[in-house]
């Protein structure tokens, strides 16, 4: 079974400082994927980055990047700089490569971000 | 580019009443369609998906069911709605190798 675990309920951290949302997953798989999505108040699903589990490098997308450690199953989202607009909900998620589910994703259950001045 | 549309963005149905949810995809052909459900202050669980015109996979039981009449086009559909079918529904799609690109979201509220 596909598992994707969020242990952080909610996170507070300051405007400009560094925040690290945190990200295991459970597969058997060797091929997978993994994603992060931001939702703010409004609801939309906001793609963020994607890490591929061949990728020998860490995902960078502008001020995020993804931490990317395979032998533990993790995935966390680094955000830099954080800036007010990043308070939102986040959702670490992982897609199978499998025929039968092909595409699907897991979701985590999300971490609450409160950025604040 | 690609876009996917979904409405309505709000609807409040008496419980018992019909639904009926559209999403289209414009700018790829194909493409992985899936509805899933947000309960409030949840993640997101995925009710169904589809890989093709009239091919539907359910996740959940539920009183719920889901079409493709179009290649681009996904219907979530209840003939009586209950109250536990409110919820914030989001359409998506995906190709093979892209994330998921998610609608705007209907909230719906069943009373």
């Known amino acids: 079974a596909q598992k994707i675990t969020q242990t952080q309920p909610g996170m507070f951290v300051q405007e400009k400082e560094a925040v690290t949302l945190d990200c295991t997953y459970d597969?058997?798989?060797?091929?997978?994927?993994l994603f992060w999505y931001k939702q703010p108040s409004s609801g939309e699903m906001i793609f963020l980055i994607y890490q591929g589990s061949y990728d020998e490098q860490n995902a960078t997308e502008g001020r995020y990047s993804l931490n990317f450690q395979k032998a533990r199953k993790s995935a966390n989202l680094v955000i830099s700089a954080s800036q007010l607009g990043d308070s939102a909900m986040y959702f670490c998620a992982m897609r199978d490569n499998r025929g039968s589910t092909l595409g699907r994703l897991y979701f985590g259950r999300g971490t609450q971000l409160t950025v604040w001045p | 580019s690609q876009t996917i549309h979904q409405w309505p963005a709000t609807l409040v149905q008496p419980v018992g009443s019909p639904l009926s949810l559209e999403c289209t995809v414009e700018?790829?052909?194909?493409?992985?369609l899936y509805w899933y459900r947000q309960a409030a202050g949840r993640g997101l669980q995925l009710l169904f998906y589809?890989?093709?015109?009239?091919?539907i996979s359910s996740e959940v039981p539920q009183n719920l069911s889901a079409s493709r009449p179009q290649d681009r086009q996904f219907i979530l559909s209840s003939k009586k709605l209950l109250l536990s079918d409110s919820g914030f529904y989001l359409c998506?799609?995906?190709?093979?190798?892209?994330?998921?690109?998610f609608g705007n979201g209907t909230r719906l509220t069943v009373t």
């Open positions: 998506a799609w995906s190709s093979y190798n892209s994330p998921l690109h």
């Open positions: 700018g790829t052909s194909n493409p992985n």
């Open positions: 589809s890989v093709g015109i009239g091919q």
């Open positions: 597969t058997s798989d060797q091929s997978y994927g």
